[in-house]
């Protein structure tokens, strides 16, 4: 397992664009493979442009980083797209249809596209996709988008696994009210009000920038929010506006380079090392030396014998001695 892991790692930083692919299967797996191409491919990244790009469905997310990857690819940036969509399989219809928009770069070894499905727990998903952004960036692209659909936890995730989050409105979906609802604009550093060309486009993103300066720029977590997020209008379809979201995002990339994306990538660095820790922790626990144990422990938690912090401590206790 671990000399095919190293194999696969070492295939893919030469460039090897099916042991890529395989690798990532191993991702999403889980399994053991995946971790040592990890150990082997680690280091290596770290220079691509990570950006997220989250909103509700059918807002043009898809769609929109189509347009990015023809813009980039002008520009000579390779790009790599990971589709994320915790609410279907990956044979539904939503990115069965986003495969075959995406034909069109079928044959162009600098433009990959991932779509991964969502499996077992929330966290699980971030872990595995903040190893997939991390395999992406080592095998040298320039830029990995994350396409999530911004309902509920997603977003949060989203952030958390990229440098930049952009998130999309379009006009005809609700007012403004909805997004915050959904939480989605506190973690924008871009917001993108799509389909520039339908009636009210113009008119949502002066009442989002009117709406963002009025709100106070504290964050509510301690994620630094260095900037308010700028709102941009964007038709898809058409390419408007895209020139002008890549500038965006250059910019952001620029300051990233000053070194203020810090903040971004060490909240990613704890997410991702807090669910490879707690999965070894509840593996740990429930292996054959310690699951009579910590079964016992519950127990005495769920009689009311002992309290759940006392539990926890036991636990962790017995977890981390050696
Ligand atoms: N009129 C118009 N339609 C768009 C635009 N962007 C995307 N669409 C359409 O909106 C629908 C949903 O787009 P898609 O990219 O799949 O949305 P996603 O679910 O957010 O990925 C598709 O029919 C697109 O053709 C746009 O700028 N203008
Ligand atoms: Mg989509």
């Not at 936890?153 to 403004?176: H, K």
Request: charged fraction near 25%.
């Amino acid at each position: 397992m671990a000399r095919r892991g190293t194999e696969l790692a070492d295939a893919t930083l030469r460039g090897d664009r099916r042991a890529l692919a395989r690798l990532l299967t191993a991702v999403e797996d889980r399994s053991p493979v995946a971790e040592s191409a990890m150990r082997r491919l680690y280091r290596k990244a770290g220079r691509a442009q990570l950006v997220g790009i989250t909103g509700p469905p059918g807002s043009g997310k898809s769609t929109l980083v189509s347009a990015l990857i023809g813009q980039l690819r002008g520009a000579g940036r390779s790009v790599a797209v990971v589709a994320v969509d915790p609410s279907s399989p990956i044979t539904g219809g939503a990115l069965l249809g986003d495969r075959v928009r995406m034909q069109s770069y079928a044959g162009d070894r600098d433009v990959f596209i991932r779509s991964m499905a969502a499996r077992g727990h929330a966290g699980g998903l971030a872990s595995t996709t903040g190893a997939a952004v991390a395999v992406l960036d080592a095998a040298g692209f320039d830029h990995v988008f994350i396409e999530t659909v911004g309902t509920g936890q997603s977003e949060v995730e989203v952030a958390a696994a990229a440098d930049t989050t952009v998130v999309l409105e379009a006009p005809e979906m609700g007012d403004e009210v909805q997004a915050i609802k959904a939480g989605l604009l506190e973690v924008a550093d871009i917001v993108v009000v799509n389909k520039g060309d339908r009636p009210g486009a113009l008119r949502t993103a002066s009442q989002l920038r009117a709406m963002l300066s009025a709100a106070a720029p504290a964050a509510i977590d301690d994620r630094p929010r260095p900037k308010r997020p700028e709102v941009l209008v964007t038709t898809a379809t058409t390419g408007e506006g895209v020139p002008e979201l890549v500038a965006a995002l250059e910019r952001r990339r620029d300051a990233g380079a000053a070194g203020s994306a810090g903040p971004a990538r060490l909240a990613r660095a704890e997410a991702q090392v807090w669910a490879i820790a707690t999965e070894r922790l509840r593996a740990r626990l429930h292996d054959r030396d310690h699951r009579d144990a910590t079964e016992a422990t519950l127990r005495q938690v769920a009689d009311h014998e002992i309290d759940p912090y006392a539990g926890a401590d036991r636990l962790l206790g017995e977890a981390t001695e050696t």
